[in-house]
Structure formats: C-alpha cells, structure tokens
C-alpha cells in the first residue's frame, strides 16, 4: 500500500473518499465477507491522490473549470466539453511515482495469480457513486481483457477521462455535485473468464415492486457488459430469500429462458479488446445457470445484503475454466428502497386501441404520449420533450434525454439492463425487450404504455385513460374475519404485496396452464409421438431450456406457485387444482386433440372428474408432481390444495386415491385439502364432505348459478344471477353453520363481496372464517368487514 494505491483486502467501505463507492465496496467484501462464502476477484485500486496527482502534473483543474464555464453561459454544447476534456486527460503524462506504484502492483497480482501478464478489468470508481441517494451507476467506463503493463497504463488514463463523457457531466449536473468536487479511482482486478461462461446482475430486491422477499438475477453467456447495457434479452431468475437461507429448500420462484442473441468475448490480436459474436442455438435454448447456481447467488446476495443492512444492486461472474461464481461489483440499491412502505401507489388503465407490443414491465405506472424513435445516439439531439421514446437499446449517454421522456420502450433489455435502471431511478414507465419495437413502431404515433399488469409491459395504440390511486395502508383496519386476496397472475400479485392480507384464499392453476404453460399436459406428455410437425415444433419452443416436456410443465408450474405462496408466506395460499372446462381445454396448444366436445361444458368435464377420468390422470399426475415439489423441495409447506367442482363424497374419496397414488396425501407433511362448495350437493352433503375435508371454500358464481338454474355467462339472464337472492343466501349460510358444526375452516372465494363490498356484512353475520377478493376491492372489503364486526 503507497499513498497512491491500496489492495483491496485493506479496503474498507468507509473508504469511499479514498477510492470511491465501487472499489471501497470490493474492499468491504474482500476484507470481511470472504470466509463467509462472497468470492470476490483480487485486485488493488488507485487513490484520489493518484487522480489529483494526474490532474496537478498536467495542469487540468483550470481547463476543466474553464469549460464547465463555457458550458453554463452557453459558448460551448456539452458533447464538445466532453470531448475537449477526454482529449485531455487521455493525452496526459503519470506522475513518475503513480505510475511506478501502478506497473509495480500489477506485476504482484500477477505474481499473485501465478501469471506473468495476468487479464485485468480495469473498473472506474467515482467518489460520488453508489451513494444511497444516487448510484451514478454506469456513467463512468470499464476497460476489459487488458493485458501487460502499457496497456493497463493507457486504460487507467481513460478511466480518468470517461469522468467527463456527457453522460457522466449531465448526470453530476442533474444530481447537483461540482465537478470539480469529483475525484476518481481505479480498480484494477482478475479478469473472471466469463467470456467462456456467463454473466450478469442481481438485485437483493424486487425492482419493480419493491418487494424486499425476492432475490432477482439476470444472466447472459458472455461478458456481463451486455447484460448491463442491455444489449440482450437475458435468462431471469427470481429466488424468495426466506426460504433460500435454509439449504434444504430450492425456492426458485421464476425461471424466464432470455432468447441471448449474441454474447460479448475478447478480441483477438489487431482486434478491439472485446466484441459480441452470436450465440449458437444451443446457447439460446438453454439456461445460462444451474438452479443450484442459482441458489448459491442468491445466497451470497443475502448475506452481502445482510452485512450491509439495505437491499443491494450486484454483478456477478462465471468463471468458465474454473466454474467458480465471483461477484465483481455491489453497491446499494437506490430506487425501490427509498420508497415509501405506507403507501400504495396504484395505476390502472383503460386504452383506447388494439395492444400492438409486448415485454418486461418497468415499474409500475402508465403514461401516454407520441412516438420519437431515435436509432442511434448520434440522433438523440432530434428527440422532443415528453415523447416516449423509442429505440433499440440505450446506454448512459442516453441519460440527458430519457429524462426528458414520457417512457420508454426498447427492442432488447432485461430488467437490470441500462434502460430500466434509469427508468426506475426517473419513475418512468418503461417496456423493455419487446423485440421488434423499432420496427412496429413510427415517429408521431399516440400511444399509451402500461406497466401496470404485471411483469408484461403493454404498448397499445392511441392515447388511453390513465388513472392512478394512493393508497394509505396506516389506516386498514385489524379484523377477526380474514379478508385475504383472489390471485391468477403471479407476476400481478406482487405488485400487491404491502396489502397485509391473511393470505391467499383463491390461487387460480388454470390461469398458469393457459398463460404460462400455454400447452394441454397431455400433448406435453405426447410430444415425441406427435404427427403433427407444427405442433411438435411448436411444442418443442415452448420447452427450451428444460430437460423434457414434462419437466417444463412441472416446474413452470411449481415456481408460478411459488411466487403466489411466497407473496404472504407463511399465511394459507388455497391453490385450486386446475378448474378447466372441456372447451377450455381445447383452446390450449394441442388440446383440440384430446379433448371432447361437450354441448354444456359448464357441467360437463370439469373439475374433480378429470383428476380420477382415465384419459386425464396421466396428466393430473404432473399437478400432484408440482404441488409436492412445490411444498417439499421447494419449502412452501403454506400450500392449501382445494379440489373444485367435487359433486358427491365418492368422487371426493376416488380424487384422494389418485392423489395419493401420485405423491400426495392429506395429513401428510401437513398437507390439507379444502372443497370447493359450488354445488348444492356440497351443502346438502356437507357432513359427509367435512368428514373427507379440512375445509371449505364457497364458489358464489357456480353456487347461485347452479342454485338459480342461470347460465352465469348468459347476457340476457344477467337480471336473474343474484347472489343476494334469498336460496343462494341459505346455501351459503348452511354451508358455514355445518363447517362450524364440524369443526372445519369456511371461507367464501367467489366474486361477490369484489363487486359488492356491503355482501361482506352478510358473510360476517353469518361466522365465515375468511373472504377472499380482487386486490382492487381489498381496501373496501376490509373497512366493511371492520364496520361489520363492530355493528
């Protein structure tokens, strides 16, 4: 260690106004969190005395502060600051002792590494960066595969001079930090051969909302500068960290194949130091990372997350020769945790036309506005304030307009990838990865962007209506009676996770078959078999990345699931068995095969039928394989299984033989299993299913239509479907006195208290135990069920 350089095992990350956020944080991890498992690359890095003595030996402070001068009273545009001043640096002489001190450490690390001309990354670490209130993240540059003495030289001079790109200037400016005020240091560390394996980002945090019970990992083949400019659509994982402590569990809640079209590796002689080559198929169709490495991340992101007491923005990196997992960078996460946790912000949107693009939601707001599509950076003084902007990737030097931009939307990108960090940092909308958006879409046209259904983005056409709503959750009143939430998307659900309720009282399956899944099981189960080539092929894109067709169904199952289980855990999440009708069914890819055509599917083959029927058990067994390895290996032993449309005892008892045949058992591991109660048999029987049952779950839609003898999707019957009428009352009040009777948890699931909150008055009065509703309608429900308990 001299003045102008220390090694990062004697860093610390008070350091910061020594040798800036970045290189204090490596020195942090290095120094104390090695023996608990975080493998960080050795390095050293370069004080700000080593800057400030460049900045001395050729006289920079005057010129610096002479065109930040010029800039303000308008004789000079910030590109030609910028390149005035990168000019300058770069065309610098070292002091003789930074210089010496600077090819003297290198030759140690080598020593150290056992090579002689060791690979470097050489990283640039501002003393204003990775601050809990602006991370400046990317505006300085990195330098890769730097080999030998005069190379290192030459990249840590640039390092200095990318202080001043535009991006770097206008993002100081905007923060309100005098650039003379900025110091700059230098990371020089083990270039992790990444470029033989993969690579990418992670947050300790949901970044889209907010939720502080997830682990997000994004990963591409490759160097990891794609991943961060967003220059691929990457692989995404997501892990619930509560359960990823414990090393018995596998809680990967979401596995997302990214399509990775290219992969960034170092050049060769004559050649730049890196370039992006494409990725072969094989690449493209698997997963960059094994779940066993996924967990392993997610776990080093707890523990660096714990040390530092704040959720925490990563970079990770594979070692393709040795297959160790290093994290190269780590500061805080800026945006998400600085919100606030009392108030919901919730937006909805009505559009006006046809949804015309589709990607990665960013945040979870709305706007509208005309289209400016700007190609490339050298155009981005054509954009006008307030549009949204479109293009096919951005990188810092886009930062002076997305500002000034309504939302954005990108052909490729993850959700850690360039455009949506500074999206969220700016609370802009944005839809990333879509594709083809430069294609689809043209300058002047009114469009409305969606971020507020979930992980998908939606671009529809024409100006929409966007309405937003705050919700105070320091004023939801505590009630006996549970009010908990209906849930089908998974990726929905989250956005409603401050909500505090008792759980989940209605997972919808099917809506993870026909949305996620997208395929009938049993063409699943066929595939080899198949005739139909299209189909086959078909088929075969849906199951890229996974070991088999049935793996595909299992475990995209299992994590939707888990990410519903995982919301409120450890409160109940009730997951209905899939509750598919026969023309329902058909619908999905390959499912006009199999399935027969009924003249009233609404009371046809539907529900506990099919789990015990001999041309749907094969498939029924693939739902048991998901719920057992979603309570076992996965941990969520807060799953409730419920069994719909169950019309006698003795069905019920076949359904429990086939369960059981396939791995799952009532009582076992804890498991219960509640009914559905949506056919009068189900009140009129109600002992005999309470003996079979642990609890039970009311249907109002099927239980007032099959009471009143309503079609409840006939239009012009819609006067007569009542759940107020006075028969549907006294099932429903039948239902929860012989629940009571009999010792069983009852709780009502249907959509009746959603669209009528005083009809919560009714079930309080009459005992039920929970409510389950819409998100949306949670609030009113709550203060009914509150006003109810107290009248």
């Keep these: 260690m001299t003045g102008n350089l220390i090694w990062f095992e004697d860093l610390k990350r008070e350091d910061v106004a020594l040798v800036g956020g970045k290189n204090s944080s490596l020195g942090e991890m290095v120094s104390t969190l090695g023996p608990k498992g975080i493998s960080v690359p050795p390095g050293f890095a370069t004080t700000v005395d080593a800057y400030r003595a460049f900045v001395a030996e050729n006289d920079l402070s005057a010129v610096i502060a002479d065109h930040d001068a010029a800039l303000k009273d308008g004789r000079m545009r910030l590109a030609d600051m910028s390149a005035a001043l990168r000019t300058a640096f770069e065309r610098g002489h070292w002091p003789a002792a930074v210089e010496?001190?600077?090819?003297?450490?290198?030759?140690?690390?080598?020593?150290?590494?056992?090579?002689?001309?060791?690979?470097?990354?050489?990283?640039?670490?501002?003393?204003?960066?990775?601050?809990?209130?602006?991370?400046?993240?990317?505006?300085?540059?990195?330098?890769?595969?730097?080999?030998?003495?005069?190379?290192?030289?030459?990249?840590?001079?640039?390092?200095?001079?990318?202080?001043?790109?535009?991006?770097?200037?206008?993002?100081?400016?905007?923060?309100?930090?005098?650039?003379?005020?900025?110091?700059?240091?230098?990371?020089?560390?083990?270039?992790?051969?990444?470029?033989?394996?993969?690579?990418?980002?992670?947050?300790?945090?949901?970044?889209?909302?907010?939720?502080?019970?997830?682990?997000?990992?994004?990963?591409?083949?490759?160097?990891?500068?794609?991943?961060?400019?967003?220059?691929?659509?990457?692989?995404?994982?997501?892990?619930?960290?509560?359960?990823?402590?414990?090393?018995?569990?596998?809680?990967?809640?979401?596995?997302?194949?990214?399509?990775?079209?290219?992969?960034?590796?170092?050049?060769?002689?004559?050649?730049?130091?890196?370039?992006?080559?494409?990725?072969?198929?094989?690449?493209?169709?698997?997963?960059?990372?094994?779940?066993?490495?996924?967990?392993?991340?997610?776990?080093?992101?707890?523990?660096?997350?714990?040390?530092?007491?704040?959720?925490?923005?990563?970079?990770?990196?594979?070692?393709?020769?040795?297959?160790?997992?290093?994290?190269?960078?780590?500061?805080?996460?800026?945006?998400?945790?600085?919100?606030?946790?009392?108030?919901?912000?919730?937006?909805?949107v009505t559009p006006c036309g046809p949804k015309v693009l589709e990607g990665l939601s960013v945040g979870n707001a709305a706007a509208t506005?005309?289209?400016?599509?700007?190609?490339?950076?050298?155009?981005?003084?054509?954009?006008?304030?307030?549009?949204?902007?479109?293009?096919?990737?951005?990188?810092?030097?886009?930062?002076?307009?997305?500002?000034?931009?309504?939302?954005?939307?990108?052909?490729?990108?993850?959700?850690?990838?360039?455009?949506?960090?500074?999206?969220?940092?700016?609370?802009?909308?944005a839809v990333v990865g879509t594709g083809d958006a430069t294609h689809v879409l043209h300058d002047g046209q009114d469009l409305t962007v969606s971020c507020a259904e979930g992980d998908r983005g939606a671009v529809y056409e024409g100006i929409g209506e966007v309405t937003t709503e705050d919700i105070d959750l320091d004023n939801v009143p505590q009630t006996r009676t549970g009010v908990m939430l209906n849930v089908a998307d998974p990726s929905a659900a989250t956005r409603w996770w401050r909500l505090p309720a008792a759980g989940v009282g209605l997972a919808r399956m099917e809506f993870l078959i026909s949305n996620v899944i997208r395929a009938h099981p049993l063409a699943l189960l066929d595939h080899q078999g198949l005739t139909d080539e299209r189909l086959k092929a078909e088929l075969s894109d849906l199951i890229k990345g996974y070991s088999s067709p049935t793996d595909y169904f299992i475990q995209t199952l299992a994590c939707g699931l888990g990410r519903i289980c995982a919301i409120w855990y450890p409160n109940p999440a009730i997951i209905r068995l899939s509750d598919f009708k026969s023309n329902e069914y058909a619908e999905l890819l390959g499912g006009a095969l199999y399935e027969p055509d009924e003249e009233n599917p609404m009371i046809g083959l539907r529900g506990a039928a099919r789990y015990y029927s001999s041309f749907f058990e094969r498939a029924f067994a693939l739902e048991c394989e998901a719920i057992r390895r979603l309570r076992g290996e996965m941990g969520f032993d807060n799953a409730v299984v419920m069994v719909p449309f169950c019309r006698s005892p003795e069905e019920a008892d076949r359904v429990f033989e086939v369960m059981a045949r396939h791995g799952l058992e009532r009582d076992k591991d804890g498991l219960q299993v509640y009914v559905m109660t949506e056919i009068p048999s189900n009140v009129i029987r109600a002992d005999e299913f309470a003996a079979r049952f642990d609890g039970f779950s009311i249907g109002s839609n099927d239980l007032t239509q099959l009471t009143l003898g309503v079609d409840r999707d006939s239009s012009a019957l819609a006067h007569v479907f009542r759940e107020r009428d006075p028969a549907v009352q006294w099932m429903i009040r039948e239902t929860i006195d012989r629940a009571k009777a009999n010792g069983r948890k009852v709780g009502l699931c249907g959509q009746a208290p959603s669209n009528d909150p005083d009809f919560a008055r009714l079930l309080v009065e009459a005992g039920i135990d929970t409510i389950s509703v819409t998100p949306d309608s949670f609030l009113d429900v709550k203060r009914n069920v509150a006003e109810a308990e107290t009248g």
């Excluded at 240091?185 to 019970?213: A, N």
């Excluded at 530092?308 to 990563?314: K, N």
């Excluded at 155009?379 to 479109?390: A, R, Y």
């Excluded at 990737?393 to 309504?406: E, F, G, L, S, Y």
């Design 369 to 429: 506005g005309r289209v400016c599509l700007i190609e490339t950076a050298a155009d981005i003084d054509k954009f006008v304030d307030g549009s949204i902007l479109v293009t096919s990737i951005t990188d810092p030097d886009w930062v002076p307009i997305m500002k000034r931009a309504a939302a954005i939307v990108t052909d490729h990108g993850g959700r850690t990838s360039h455009a949506a960090i500074v999206s969220r940092e700016m609370g802009l909308p």
């Design 100 to 348: 010496a001190d600077i090819r003297k450490a290198y030759r140690e690390l080598g020593s150290r590494l056992g090579q002689h001309a060791p690979s470097v990354a050489v990283r640039s670490s501002a003393t204003a960066e990775d601050l809990p209130d602006a991370s400046f993240a990317g505006q300085q540059e990195t330098f890769l595969n730097v080999v030998g003495e005069d190379a290192l030289m030459s990249a840590c001079r640039r390092c200095f001079a990318s202080l001043f790109t535009s991006r770097a200037i206008s993002y100081r400016q905007v923060q309100g930090f005098d650039h003379s005020e900025v110091s700059l240091s230098v990371g020089v560390q083990m270039m992790v051969r990444s470029d033989l394996s993969s690579s990418g980002v992670m947050f300790s945090i949901d970044t889209e909302t907010g939720c502080d019970r997830f682990v997000l990992i994004n990963g591409a083949w490759g160097l990891g500068e794609n991943v961060v400019q967003g220059a691929v659509d990457p692989d995404e994982y997501m892990v619930f960290k509560p359960l990823a402590k414990d090393a018995a569990h596998s809680p990967i809640v979401a596995k997302d194949l990214g399509a990775k079209e290219v992969k960034m590796i170092y050049g060769g002689e004559g050649e730049p130091q890196t370039r992006n080559v494409p990725t072969s198929r094989a690449e493209r169709a698997r997963f960059t990372l094994s779940d066993p490495e996924v967990l392993k991340l997610a776990r080093m992101a707890i523990t660096i997350e714990d040390h530092y007491g704040q959720p925490m923005d990563m970079e990770w990196a594979k070692d393709g020769i040795s297959g160790d997992l290093y994290i190269v960078q780590a500061r805080p996460e800026t945006v998400q945790s600085r919100k606030s946790t009392h108030v919901l912000q919730s937006y909805s």
